[in-house]
């Protein structure tokens, strides 16, 4: 791809990137989806509980990292669903010292009733898509985040061409994987 058409693209993808978070961050559209869902919950911890029912049992640091906030913050809030029987808190699987959150079945229930209502309301903006285009976006956007899990510094360091013109994995000095 040229230069010119690679950066023009970019910054098209970069300027998407930025009104879809911006409409995600939205508070109004957490009241919007916790109502649709028929959930009664704070909406700093629907977020909390859904990463947890994702990508769960997972450390309470890991999941402070994910979500950008200090780790007392996190595991104040893990406590709160936790007295709401959403969560439960543990000794890591690996490493006894670290704690673990992991989603009970009503907060699974929970995170059930806002995945429908997150089904519902996408369905509105998402009315006119195809199939094959909803296939390509889920893909695509798929394929763009597992790149960026990377994390900054390996996206950053190009590859180089060994002698014989393959490409060799990219150095990285960041032992955060």
């Given at each position: 791809?040229?230069?010119?058409?690679?950066?023009?693209?970019?910054?098209?993808?970069?300027?998407?990137?930025?009104?879809?978070?911006?409409?995600?961050?939205?508070p109004?559209?957490?009241?919007?989806?916790?109502?649709?869902?028929?959930?009664?919950?704070?909406?700093a911890?629907?977020?909390?509980?859904?990463?947890?029912?994702?990508?769960?049992?997972?450390?309470?640091?890991?999941?402070?990292?994910?979500v950008?906030?200090?780790?007392?913050?996190?595991?104040?809030?893990?406590?709160k669903?936790?007295?709401?029987?959403?969560?439960?808190?543990?000794a890591?699987?690996?490493?006894r010292?670290v704690?673990?959150?992991?989603v009970?079945d009503?907060?699974?229930?929970?995170?059930?009733?806002?995945?429908?209502?997150r089904?519902?309301?996408?369905?509105?903006?998402?009315?006119?898509?195809?199939?094959?285009?909803?296939?390509?976006?889920?893909?695509?956007?798929?394929?763009?985040?597992?790149?960026?899990?990377?994390?900054?510094?390996?996206?950053?360091?190009?590859?180089?061409?060994?002698?014989?013109?393959?490409?060799?994995?990219?150095?990285?000095?960041?032992?955060?994987?």
């Amino acid at each position: 791809m040229q230069n010119t058409l690679k950066r023009s693209v970019l910054r098209n993808l970069h300027e998407a990137l930025i009104d879809v978070v911006g409409v995600f961050n939205r508070p109004q559209n957490d009241v919007i989806l916790l109502r649709e869902a028929g959930v009664s919950l704070d909406r700093a911890l629907f977020p909390l509980l859904v990463l947890i029912e994702r990508r769960g049992p997972i450390a309470v640091g890991e999941l402070a990292g994910r979500v950008g906030r200090d780790y007392t913050t996190v595991s104040r809030q893990v406590g709160k669903l936790e007295s709401l029987g959403l969560v439960a808190r543990r000794a890591g699987k690996e490493d006894r010292r670290v704690t673990e959150a992991v989603v009970t079945d009503k907060g699974q229930a929970m995170s059930d009733a806002l995945d429908a209502a997150r089904e519902r309301l996408a369905g509105i903006a998402l009315a006119g898509w195809s199939g094959n285009d909803l296939k390509d976006l889920a893909r695509l956007l798929r394929q763009f985040a597992d790149n960026l899990m990377h994390g900054p510094s390996d996206v950053s360091t190009p590859r180089r061409r060994s002698r014989s013109g393959s490409k060799e994995p990219r150095q990285t000095t960041s032992s955060r994987r």
